[in-house]
């Protein structure tokens, strides 16, 4: 039930579509009907290292890029519930069965930087869509080049080689987990975390991001 608060937000900062930014009238969520139409059925899947399989709600372009960078470097961190829900339809198509899920975390110092963690956001969006746990598992101990500035694979995979590690092996232990991202470009952070993950004990580790660039 809406709050008195909740009503006077929303009515100084009516809903916008995430991607096109138009006004959401009251049946809309998250996307507008013109934009579901036309990029709600961009669900990529991935085939990574150390990952069973990897799927995105969106390819990483036009719209979806324009709005996944407003989320990562603007603050616009109500994008995250947008996502979730695609992103979760992708998962839930693919037939991917998790125990648990987790996310790829920034270093303390980009989280200072930046004050949120956009992966955290997403995974505990997903997790509450799909009703499923969802805790922190890995940390990453060496903050690194950002991935967007080094435009060799090879060269991203040392980027974050050593730079995650899982504190917790027990939580992990015969575990189905799905590693959570906001973006997949070359698939090095997200291959290199699962690789902690079944070092650690992980039974399976499957992978989903907000939007995939191939």
């Not at 407003?70 to 979760?88: D, E, N, P, S």
């Not at 070092?199 to 907000?210: D, I, L, M, R, S």
């Amino acid at each position: 039930m809406k709050t008195l608060l909740d009503r006077f937000l929303h009515l100084l900062y009516p809903p916008r579509c995430a991607f096109c930014r138009r006004l959401l009238n009251k049946r809309e969520e998250g996307l507008c009907r013109f934009c579901v139409e036309k990029y709600g059925h961009d669900g990529q899947r991935r085939e990574l290292e150390n990952v069973e399989i990897c799927v995105a709600a969106f390819q990483y372009e036009g719209p979806a890029r324009d709005s996944i960078l407003r989320y990562k470097f603007r603050g616009i961190t109500a994008y995250g519930a947008a996502y979730a829900r695609f992103l979760a339809k992708e998962l839930d198509e693919s037939g991917i069965s998790c125990d648990i899920i987790t996310w790829v975390p920034v270093s303390r110092r980009r989280l200072r930087e930046r004050g949120y963690d956009q992966a955290r956001i997403l995974a505990e969006e997903t997790a509450e869509t799909l009703g499923l746990p969802c805790m922190k598992l890995l940390e990453k101990k060496i903050h690194t080049r950002a991935q967007s500035s080094i435009p060799n694979a090879e060269e991203r995979r040392k980027n974050v080689k050593g730079a995650y590690v899982c504190p917790s092996p027990a939580l992990v232990k015969g575990r189905r987990i799905l590693l959570i991202d906001d973006i997949v470009t070359s698939g090095a952070t997200l291959s290199e975390c699962a690789a902690m993950l079944k070092k650690a004990g992980a039974a399976a580790v499957f992978a989903g991001a907000a939007a995939s660039r191939n």
